[in-house]
């Protein structure tokens, strides 16, 4: 049977109390999911023997969390990703953003959407259902208008997590809402065994910084052609001046499907344990990162050092830099518009 449990979870920096609400399908799958920065604290998930796991990277306590340079599990926003140079021009006027990944403007900037407390209320539906509400107040970190945010985590009885997003605003603003989970399907500290299968035709290719080059680049003959499973390791390895430049895979993927469509992105597996996951999405584009920042620093939960590949990302969103990037999708939110995004992610094991 499925239920919704709150308890506390210390405090947020400027010391509000938080809570950690558990949310169990009643069929093996549990979330456990803070207010603070809407972080999915842990996703236990079973095995092809029922065993059961907690398949993110992450903290077992807020005191960790309020340190989250990865951005483990968190809701992320106002702008996902990143803007080039922090700053973008719209409606003829520029907007100078905080610079905090280098030159550019990454993840919602200082005090993005990871590092607030939001409103929370369990909902009923099908399933067990959490809601999140923030306003983003004019001139948050640059951006222009209030931003009203609501997210909404359900577990349903088929495996899923579904996440749904909306927002409104009183003035035209960027927006690209992601979660930042970080998976890892097995028992070993790495994912090279993981295989992976990509609905995309095209990627986006970078800069340096990690900027997309505004081209389309065809994933024909490239190791990002993941149409067909392949294990992510041998993939990691090749000689590839993308990979290079990002230190691994930490690219946008285009998803061969229609505007607005709820559709596959990708599907994971992991042959030792059994679990697979698999991703649909409304959105354009899904980021895979294959933890090229991870360096073994940073001790999470179980005292485990997270080196790199210790997790996959599967953000789904818009692409970066869109607001300089007019041949994109647009991700200007207008008055009177409503944002919507739906993102699954299912799990199954065999």
Same mark, same amino acid.
Not at 149 to 158: E, F, H, I, W
Not at 171 to 183: K, Q
């Given at each position: 049977m499925s239920r919704l449990v709150k308890k506390p979870f210390g405090s947020a920096p400027d010391g509000t109390p938080i809570d950690l609400f558990i949310l169990d399908n009643g069929r093996g799958l549990e979330a456990r999911i803070t207010n603070f920065g809407g972080i999915i604290v842990s996703l236990f998930a079973p095995d092809r023997h029922g065993r059961r796991r907690d398949i993110l990277l992450g903290f %077992?306590? %807020?005191r960790g969390f309020a340190r989250n340079k990865p951005y483990f599990g968190a809701l992320v926003g106002r702008y996902a990703n990143r803007i080039a140079k922090a700053q973008f021009v719209l409606d003829g006027r520029t907007y100078r953003l905080a610079a905090n990944d280098g030159d550019n403007h990454l993840h919602g900037g200082v005090m993005g959407f990871d590092r607030v407390v939001w409103e929370p209320r369990p909902i009923d539906g099908d399933g067990t259902a959490l809601e999140l509400k923030y306003r983003s107040r004019d001139g948050e970190e640059g951006y222009p208008g209030n931003l009203d945010?609501?997210?909404?985590?359900?577990?349903?009885? %088929?495996g899923e997590l579904q996440i749904r997003y909306e927002a409104v605003t009183d003035?035209?603003?960027?927006?690209?809402?992601?979660?930042? %989970?970080?998976?890892n399907l097995g028992n070993s500290p790495d994912i090279l065994r993981h295989e992976i299968r990509l609905n995309a035709s095209f990627f986006l290719p970078v800069d340096a910084g990690l900027i997309p080059t505004g081209k389309l680049r065809s994933v024909d003959g490239t190791p990002f052609d993941f149409r067909v499973p392949a294990s992510i390791g041998p993939r990691l390895t090749a000689d590839d001046e993308q990979l290079r430049l990002a230190g691994g895979i930490d690219h946008t993927f285009v998803i061969d499907k229609k505007e607005g469509e709820l559709a596959t992105a990708a599907e994971v597996y992991d042959r030792a344990s059994g679990r697979a996951m698999r991703v649909r999405t409304t959105e354009p584009g899904i980021q895979f990162y294959t933890g090229n920042f991870l360096d073994g620093t940073i001790v999470g939960k179980r005292g485990q050092a997270y080196g790199p590949r210790a997790a996959i990302c599967l953000e789904a969103q818009h692409f970066p830099d869109s607001p300089n990037q007019p041949q994109f999708p647009s991700t200007i939110l207008r008055p009177g518009e409503v944002y919507r995004q739906t993102t699954v992610y299912q799990f199954t094991a065999a």
């Open positions: %077992a306590d %807020a945010v609501t997210v909404a985590y359900t577990l349903t009885p %088929a003035r035209p603003t960027p927006v690209n809402l992601t979660s930042h %989970a970080y998976f």
